[in-house]
């Protein structure tokens, strides 16, 4: 089956001409495992799904994963993230930060959903249900394309390389976060039982991860949680040459070719690649109403390891 697409930007594709509440077929289950594959980011406008359209939905791409961060998870549906500002000051008090002295909820930096397990989610699907104009849009980048784009002595040079992933609260303790302007809001966490996050050791993951599906190299650096090259000494690097090229590598990831922002109408439905692409929050303005519902799908395969185990 053919499914009409057009390009969203400079990554991913909108797919048209589908209602996502009818119940998906063979052919039409694998003509958008062939789009989630080859894009790693599908969009959907103008659905009028509601929880149970968005369960059976995101099942066709396998069992559904519940989050450890289990405050944020629908009470009667516990596969549901919810992610929602402006209905609840004391909650959205804990996600301000400051942002060139503007606040902003729920910003947050370039990351990969279960990142720091060991084994993120396959995928994921995030449905808006309210989305005021203004409110916060999501980031989405591609990280195949951005290996791709390495030159060839670059490519060579990572290989074998393992980058360690740090869970730590203080946004102000990421090491290569982009801090500019950046000042932490009063409530903000400073451990991660702050916020009913349980704990999490180190993860490493290999710097260039082969995609379990597709067999695509992943560049796996993403900003949060980045801490260092786990193994720098054992390819010649000093300190500073490991966190020079770690930021050489950050630094390319960021560029816009990489991109697509999503700017949330209500109806909107967003299903990525999270074995390939990273995604950040560009935060809510305080007032502003934002719900969304994600879902997300089990990664079964490790793609990196935690450090004591
Ligand atoms: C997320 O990381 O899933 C949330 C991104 C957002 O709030 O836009």
């Not at 998906?24 to 289950?29: A, N, P, S």
């Not at 302007?181 to 490493?204: A, C, I, L, Q, R």
Request: aromatic residues 10%; negative net charge; glycine residues 8%.
């Amino acid at each position: 089956m053919n499914l009409n697409v057009r390009p969203l930007g400079n990554i991913g594709v909108e797919v048209l001409d589908v209602d996502l509440r009818e119940p998906v077929g063979d052919d039409l289950k694998a003509a958008l495992e062939a789009l989630w594959l080859e894009y790693g980011v599908l969009a959907f406008r103008d659905q009028e799904m509601d929880v149970s359209h968005q369960i059976a939905f995101s099942s066709i791409f396998g069992e559904l994963a519940r989050h450890p961060l289990e405050v944020k998870l629908a009470s009667d549906h516990p596969e549901l993230f919810v992610l929602d500002t402006g209905s609840n000051p004391a909650r959205d008090e804990v996600e301000t930060s400051y942002w060139d002295g503007v606040p902003l909820i729920g910003r947050l930096p370039w990351h990969i959903d279960l990142h720091y397990t060991g084994r993120p989610n396959r995928g994921a699907v995030m449905r808006s249900v309210t989305a005021e104009e203004g409110g916060g849009n999501t980031g989405f980048c591609d990280l195949a394309m951005a290996y791709d784009a390495l030159d060839a002595a670059t490519q060579e040079r990572i290989q074998g390389l393992e980058v360690t992933y740090v869970f730590e609260m203080q946004r102000s303790k990421w090491r290569f976060a982009d801090l500019e302007g950046f000042e932490p809001g009063p409530k903000n966490p400073k451990k991660p039982s702050d916020v009913g996050f349980p704990d999490f050791p180190d993860s490493v993951y290999p710097v260039v991860v082969t995609h379990p599906v597709s067999g695509r190299k992943v560049l796996e650096v993403v900003e949060q949680f980045l801490d260092r090259f786990e193994n720098a000494a054992d390819f010649g690097l000093t300190g500073d040459e490991a966190d020079a090229l770690l930021q050489e590598l950050l630094d390319h990831v960021r560029q816009p070719q990489f991109q697509y922002i999503h700017e949330w109408k209500p109806g909107d439905i967003v299903l990525w690649d999270n074995w390939r692409t990273a995604h950040c929050g560009t935060g809510t303005p305080i007032g502003t109403r934002r719900l969304l519902h994600r879902t997300t799908i089990v990664g079964d395969v490790a793609l990196g390891r935690h450090l004591d185990a």
